[in-house]
């Protein structure tokens, strides 16, 4: 199976940082439900559910730029994307659901294609299907066009999750007038950080959301909350766990690559080795390869064929030879499959590369570092360091504490455990951004529902005949919990 | 006892706007805790608590312009005021609580001569005591200077409701930080504007504030939440129970001086029975000047005086003669004290006449109008007149659903029974504005606190001798609520 990866940054990051100081930019793992695009390069033929975009009409809505400002330049419109399914929908009559998917650092037709939760779900809600593009996405680009939005910071300013949220209050305020259903109770679903703006969304605007189902959301990756090191450490564990020798290998082979680069020629033979599609300028252009490599296939390390499991057959396999090297080069192909060259493919930088690298240079600093007990050489995490490459890349700082002081975290158990209700914290335990992520019930109504095996975003994807049966289990609590909120509004709605 | 009056707008907006237009910005009522200035013209000698202002100090925060984007500009600072008094604080190892006031449409000072709560209950709360001005008021100027600041709306853009309590975050924030108080319980108070301002912080910032007293804060009237007519349908029902022979003569006048004013020579008879400063140049000038006499009188019906009772006491003796006009000239006078002219003295708008003015024109639309029902002429709310003329006099429109859109307001009983927490809505119900107040319980921490006989924020101001029985025990039951709060707070964080 060929894995195409998206979110390499090196190439276009590396013109304008040092590779020192890129570092840490550039090996931040992508947050997404999606991660590689197998179902693009190879149409999962298993999928259970009657996804059909044709059930989905367009709708483009006349947005405001700025909700938080009232300069002349904050009353600037732009077209925003979201698409509706009404097909399944009870009505407003009876106040039936409406279930809306909050977009997030991709074009809103990547989500469509391989989120199903809604789809899946959307004859037992008898709901309206909702999915919304995150603003500076897809086909939703202030300014006129994507080049002038993204052009510098007096342009990006306005690309943030708090405009991000606001908007999707106005276009849900807006449906549900247009529909006519004042009462309809609203379920907002995100993945990863569109995770966290789903359970942001329900704690900001309870007035339009009835409930939040936030996957994979490490809203706790911020600040001090979370040890720095918790990415990496459960990246370690997963590949530690498919097998001791591949995370043994692994593990050596960051100091064999740099004793073979400090060589005579030894850059050379590294590409030769690791078949680079260009030479090497460094080593370390290699050995963030390959850690970003191993953190995507442990973060999404999906049923049935477990990447994990594939990269380390590579690698245990030695295929390619028994040295240390050629053992990582054989799970290097096991990922990809069988290319002409690998490691510094000339790729452009999708959407999702240049967009979140804004945000998580403005405001989604995820403070994510290497510590000593991994598989990978420590790394930690240096904010001074990762504020000034921020600078120089936008010429604007980062603000490292805007998303604690506007959204919390600290102690989240004790300040909202009497206070908000009806959000799902749902994470797979192997996948290392659960982390960052609620894993303990906050009250009755804020929960966490965890699966052991599970990985990124897993349980919003649409189900397929293929899916364990924990994964099936996970989703029916789901569910089940968010037809509990539903009907417990729908008496509270008789009696209002 | 002689009231000064701080804001009638006329003068100032008359300039711009054409009488017609400029009715219901001329007439939309202020909204502060204080009102008429009777503290500061005549010192208050009957104050029971101890306040000292020298028991304040002084800090300037250095705030950001804008926390929600990141242009180059939003990242400008400008120097923030607030006042702490540590006098009565427990301590943070005790984790003693914070009373934070939150400032509204005035220089902080003016709060802290008033609003006696925090200084009145410091002792049995143990409690640190935090003033906080609101941006664009007093010394908390952006822009370097006033006049900068308030020159358009491309420097006012940043002067609103959802800045403001994001500067109340980082403040708090930034206190708990440095007197290392991370645990400390922080109850946010507010009245009118500011009570608002409460309620909203609590709900958006759970994590900041464990509560909130929101005095009087009438956040139901926006959109179409509250009839229109409810603040004068009070102003009224507070003149006839005062006396009817008072409410009929009010009710008859504005007739009588329409006709006056429409017979030749007949502005300048009314100028001269109204002894007013300058000749009228409008009928509309004296009948404003009215409308916003009672509608004062009505708000601050204050014990011992009650100002209401003063106006239909000068109305009904009947001192300046028997005729209509002559007995409006009367509770004039009572209200105003003896003068050596009425009506339209020239005085210079003062910080809240000027900013209060643009925070309604760009969000805090309340659409206060005249119905049928009242004791003045019908002037039902024109939203699209009223858009116009700010959009005239600032050159952009108001955004009148973005208030309920961020903090929401319909249905708030069915949206926030099971969501949120500790909120105390107290109201006075001869207050006109507590017809958009709350002013049934929403649950069990979500409560309203309601007087019969109380006006505007009475329960927030120092406590005098002089306050009636209902309003001791008024504040009695919020300190009781508040200290629930705190002590089941406590008990949480002996489990944390």
């Known amino acids: 199976m060929m894995f195409q990866r998206q979110f390499l940054l090196q190439s276009f990051l590396l013109l304008s940082l040092t590779t020192a100081t890129a570092k840490r930019l550039n090996t931040i793992p992508r947050l997404s439900p999606i991660g590689p695009r197998v179902w693009r390069d190879q149409p999962d033929k298993t999928t259970l559910g009657e996804f059909d975009g044709e059930d989905f009409e367009t709708f483009f809505h006349n947005q405001t730029l700025d909700h938080f400002n009232y300069r002349p330049e904050s009353y600037d419109k732009f077209p925003q994307r979201y698409l509706i399914n009404s097909k399944y929908w009870g009505g407003a009559n009876v106040s039936a659901p409406i279930l809306v998917y909050l977009g997030a650092e991709e074009p809103i037709d990547e989500d469509l294609a391989a989120v199903g939760f809604l789809v899946d779900n959307a ?62 109770p609203v379920i907002v679903i995100g993945g990863s950080y569109g995770g966290m703006l789903a359970s942001w969304f329900r704690l900001k ?49 960051w100091s064999e690559i740099d004793e073979l680069a400090s060589k005579p020629d030894g850059l050379s033979m590294l590409s ?17 390869h390959l850690d970003t490599m191993y953190a ?72 994510i570092g290497v510590g000593n007990n991994s598989m990978f050489p420590p790394d930690p995490f240096d904010l001074e360091d990762y504020i000034e490459n921020c600078k120089s890349l936008y010429g604007v700082p980062t603000r490292p504490h805007w998303i604690t002081t506007y959204y919390g975290g600290h102690s989240i158990k004790l300040i909202l455990q009497r206070f908000a209700s009806n959000i799902i914290f749902s994470n797979g335990l192997r996948d290392p951004y659960s982390s960052g992520g609620v894993l303990e019930n906050i009250s009755d109504t804020v929960v ?26 996970q989703r029916k609590i789901e569910i089940k919990i968010i037809k509990e909120w539903i009907n417990k509004y729908y008496v509270d709605l008789t009696m209002f």
């Not at 006129?144 to 943030?160: H, M, P, Q, V």
């Not at 967009?355 to 403005?362: K, V």
């Not at 699966?451 to 293929?466: M, P, W």
Request: aromatic share 12%; net charge negative.
């Open 448 to 473: 966490a529902v965890k699966t052991v095996n599970g990985s990124h975003c897993l349980d919003i994807l649409f189900a397929k005949e293929t899916d364990p049966e924990w994964l099936v289990t």
């Open 123 to 184: 004859v037992q809600f008898n709901s309206l299907l909702v999915f919304i593009e995150h603003r500076y996405y897809g086909k939703s680009i202030p300014f006129g066009s994507r080049e002038e939005a993204l052009k510098d910071a007096s342009k990006l300013g306005y690309f943030n999750s708090a405009q991000a949220i606001a908007d999707y209050a106005a276009i849900i305020i807006h449906i549900k007038e247009t529909l006519r259903a004042q009462y309809s």
């Open 296 to 367: 995507s296939a442990a973060q999404y390390n999906r049923p049935p064929t477990y990447p994990v499991n594939e990269v380390c057959k590579g690698i245990d396999g030695g295929g390619f030879g028994d040295d240390i090297l050629s053992r990582i080069f054989g799970g290097l192909v096991a990922y990809k499959g069988n290319l002409s060259c690998y490691v510094n493919a000339h790729t452009d930088p999708s959407e999702t590369t240049v967009g979140w690298r804004w945000q998580t240079c403005s405001e989604m600093a995820i403070p």
């Open 272 to 288: 030769k080795k690791f078949k680079t599609c260009t030479p090497l300028a460094d080593a370390s252009e290699l050995k963030d």
């Open 205 to 253: 605007y309870p007035h339009i959301a009835l409930g939040a189902l936030a996957s994979s959301a490490p809203i706790l990756y911020f600040d001090d909350i979370t040890p720095q090191d918790g990415y990496y450490s459960i990246v370690t564990k997963d590949f530690r766990e498919a097998s001791e020798t591949c995370y043994q290998t692994i593990k050596t082979s």
